[in-house]
């Protein structure tokens, strides 16, 4: 007796494309965040996202509100009310220690130590050991010397090094422990033009190579057109969230500059 097998199962035919993908979730989603230091009110109440794997740029006049907004989100602000999720957990959350790498104002580097002593230091502290772990922390040093091109100044004295080079051993710092989120607290500040640019092709290479967030402060506008997003403050308050090219398209302006100097004058009119 035969046996008859029955015709295979065609799919239906139909009409709908397949679901694209849900958007990933950002890396920063704050929610009415606002803070008070001392008698007075830092940050109004602000309510943004900062999309992951990308450079965004948080820009504004100085004492405008960035170093708090940073601290409140690497979790060192006291007095922080509303919403802030940093890599899905609440701002501060002892999980995110080893995730997030803060680079502050004041480069974090001891002078009497060479730039491989200062790793090491840091090293040890992050990931304590010995026998394999003292090797791999080895690697990781080496590596982190590496990513911010110090290699041949591994063996001096960061007393002796320049201002860029100092911010780079901070930098190399905060690479150590692999971090998702990058914040860096104006980083270029008092930098030439040449080592500004170059730092700002290492924050692209770490974003591009790792896939690394970086959320990085400066108040110097022509830095805002080599970030992929801007969060542009003033007085506490965001003023634009936007790409660079679609905040000069949107204020019909030709740099950023000019688009911030419309927005403030928009914002002093209403
Ligand atoms: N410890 C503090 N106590 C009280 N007020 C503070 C304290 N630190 C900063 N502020 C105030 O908070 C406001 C925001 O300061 P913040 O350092 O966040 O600004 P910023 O935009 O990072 O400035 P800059 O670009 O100069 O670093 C300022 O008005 C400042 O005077």
Redesign the pocket.
Known sequence: MMNIQPPPQTPAPTSQPPEPPPPPTPAIQATSLTTT??T?K?LHNLTFTVPQGQITGLL????????????AIVGTQARVTGTLNVLNHPAGTPALRSRIGYVT?DPSVYDDLTVRQNLEYFAAILSPGHGETATRRQEDVTRAIAEVDLTTHADALAANLSGGQRNRVSLAVALLGTPELLVL??PTVGLDPVLRRDLWDLFHTIAANRGTTILV?S?VMDEAERCHRLLL?RE?EILADDTPESLRTSTATPTVEAAFLHLVDKANAT
């Not at 100085?62 to 601290?71: A, D, F, H, I, W």
């Open positions: 230091r001392g007075r830092v504004g006049p100085s004492g405008c509100g960035k170093s708090t907004l940073m601290r104002q607290d104006e402060s108040h403050m506490g």
